[in-house]
């Protein structure tokens, strides 16, 4: 039986999808749940370049730091940790953190990178020359690479290195990535993935909730000079609910395990679960197959990371259930396919609607014998849980038929962005009018904006300012037709402030608003965002103001919905 030494994340065309090689592959798993070692797994984070290439395009250790434990944002007026070490914990439900990591660098490898075929090898030398430079491995579990040109084979790349420090709880404990990774983090996240899971992987293209390497976060796009951490959302397709499974974060009393028969689960959102109902539903297929249900919502880790970096011109995020096809439990005699994401619309969208399945929509294997509809979602704030009706046929090649559903509750579906710039105005008096919801996918630059006698200058004080006052301002008006709950929210490449105010619909003037919510962020990592949610009034005018604190300019856009 081969060993399993390598898992590497391919360098190709095809990476915007995801493409992988997993090299010298057992049987990828011994059990289909896994059971999570609790505590901290601090990790060793080496920056190492090659030699003659003393490259660093600007990264520090310290940068690269705060990327695993301390990216922080605001989001609907709170402080959200975005981290690495965030995602891990939330993702783990708190039983597993990476505390006390460190990050240490730059170190030169003995041989520019013509010298090098394998990726590990590269990793060997890094790991050397942090030792002779005076590191101490010992505290840590976990070692990763970050090289400053591309890796010989691979653009990311994880294996079982021998370290001196307590034994990682999974067979892989190094991993490194090429360039791209320094303003990544979903490829790093893509091989801790892996070494979390010894080595499993997926097929699915990309996280509707996250980035992964579909959307947003193409580690093809390469740096973009001067830019040290463009990517504030970190996750990828490797964290969802099957590698949950696999990584021992959701717990086995929490999985539901379909069992023959029609049998209706009310499921709880995956992350930050529901106590008492279950998070994830196993649905055993023929030669150790399954299939793996969960619901997606806009909580927790999955509601900030709508937020995919300012390339993506878009704030969207899919909320619905998930069905993976997952090929590598154990004992499967199906060819090793790895994960695959069932689609509601085959050959579609993978980053959006097409990924997920709806209230109403009813998904059929008819080879197997099985249907898994969605009868509805229930809506608390953000949607909290799902009810699934899963069935099995006694007659074979023929899925049963799709069960009525008197009471079922479509899933909202989400905003198609604009592909314009926000139309913001110099002056309240300028202000255009739109119509919302709305989201702006295009980013609008602030330059060159002014601010006006007596305009509201802080969340903090009337008209005339005080407090943290902005610059740079700009304004646009809108009058909802219907009455209820929306959220103004903005990415902006600037520490930026974002404002909503009622007022008259015609002849506004800075005395005549009433500020209904504000928010401002400074600028932690090269992008931020705020939102403002207010519960808006039919037929009443409100008006939106963004500007840069202390007249910082940028750019952003925007989402009213």
């Not at 730059?106 to 990178?113: A, F, H, N």
């Not at 937020?307 to 199906?334: C, H, K, M, Q, W």
Request: with cysteine; net charge negative; charged share 5%.
């Amino acid at each position: 039986m081969k060993s399993l030494s390598k898992v590497k994340f391919l360098a190709s065309a095809a990476l915007a999808l995801a493409a992988v090689f997993i090299a010298n592959r057992l049987p990828l798993h011994a059990q289909a749940v896994g059971t999570a070692v609790p505590g901290s797994r601090p990790v060793a984070v080496l920056l190492c370049q090659y030699q003659g290439n003393t490259n660093t395009y600007g990264f520090t250790p310290a940068g690269i730091l705060g990327t695993w434990l301390s990216n922080t944002l605001v989001w609907n007026g709170a402080t959200v940790d975005n981290s690495i070490n965030g995602l891990v914990t939330d993702a783990s439900l708190g039983l597993v953190n990476l505390q006390g990591t460190q990050a240490f660098g730059w170190y030169m490898v003995p041989k520019p990178l013509s010298g090098y075929t394998v990726g590990s090898d590269v990793g060997t030398d890094c790991i050397a020359g942090a030792q002779a430079a005076g590191v101490n491995l010992t505290p840590f579990t976990y070692v990763m690479m970050y090289m400053n040109d591309a890796l010989p084979d691979a653009a990311g790349e994880s294996w079982h290195a021998t370290l001196p420090g307590p034994a990682a709880p999974t067979a892989l404990n190094a991993s490194i990535v090429g360039v791209v990774g320094l303003n990544s983090p979903p490829l790093f996240l893509h091989e801790l993935g892996h070494i979390f899971g010894s080595g499993v992987h997926t097929s699915s293209s990309t996280d509707p909730l996250g980035g992964g390497a579909g959307l947003g976060d193409d580690p093809s796009q390469g740096l973009i000079p001067g830019l040290t951490s463009f990517r504030v959302a970190n996750v990828s397709p490797e964290w969802d609910a099957s590698r949950r499974e696999i990584f021992g974060f959701i717990p086995a009393a929490s999985i539901a395990t379909f069992t023959g028969g029609t049998q209706t689960y009310t499921i709880s959102r995956l992350t930050k679960p529901i106590a008492g109902l279950p998070t994830a539903i196993d649905v055993p297929l023929p030669g150790g197959a399954k299939y793996v249900v969960s619901a997606r919502t806009q909580i927790g880790y999955d509601a900030v990371s709508k937020l995919n970096g300012f390339l993506i011109n878009a704030l969207t995020v899919t909320e619905g259930v998930r069905i993976e096809l997952v090929t590598d439990a154990p004992g499967s005699t199906v060819p090793a396919a790895d994960v695959n994401l069932q689609m509601s619309n085959p050959g579609g969208d993978p980053t959006g609607t097409d990924a997920v399945w709806l209230g109403c929509q009813s998904f059929a294997d008819n080879v197997n014998g099985i249907r898994i509809t969605v009868g509805s979602f229930t809506a608390a704030g953000t949607q909290s849980t799902a009810q699934i009706i899963v069935a099995s046929s006694a007659t074979p090649g023929q899925a049963p038929a799709a069960p009525p559903i008197a009471s079922c509750t479509p899933a909202p579906t989400p905003l198609t962005p604009v592909n314009t710039y926000p139309p913001f105005a110099d002056t309240l008096a300028a202000a255009q009018t739109i119509t919302v919801p709305v989201i702006y996918g295009q980013y609008l630059g602030n330059n060159g904006f002014t601010t006006d006698t007596n305009e509201p200058l802080s969340c903090n004080a009337p008209a005339g300012g005080g407090g943290a006052l902005v610059g740079a301002t700009g304004w646009l008006q809108f009058t909802p037709t219907t009455s209820g709950p929306l959220t103004a929210s903005t990415q902006a490449t600037m520490a930026a402030m974002l404002a909503v105010y009622s007022g008259p619909g015609t002849g506004a003037t800075y005395a005549s608003l009433v500020q209904v919510g504000c928010s401002s962020a400074p600028l932690v990592t090269t992008t931020i965002s705020t939102a403002v949610p207010f519960t808006a009034v039919a037929g009443q005018a409100y008006y939106v103001q963004i500007g840069g604190l202390g007249g910082a300019t940028g750019t952003f856009n925007l989402s009213i919905q």
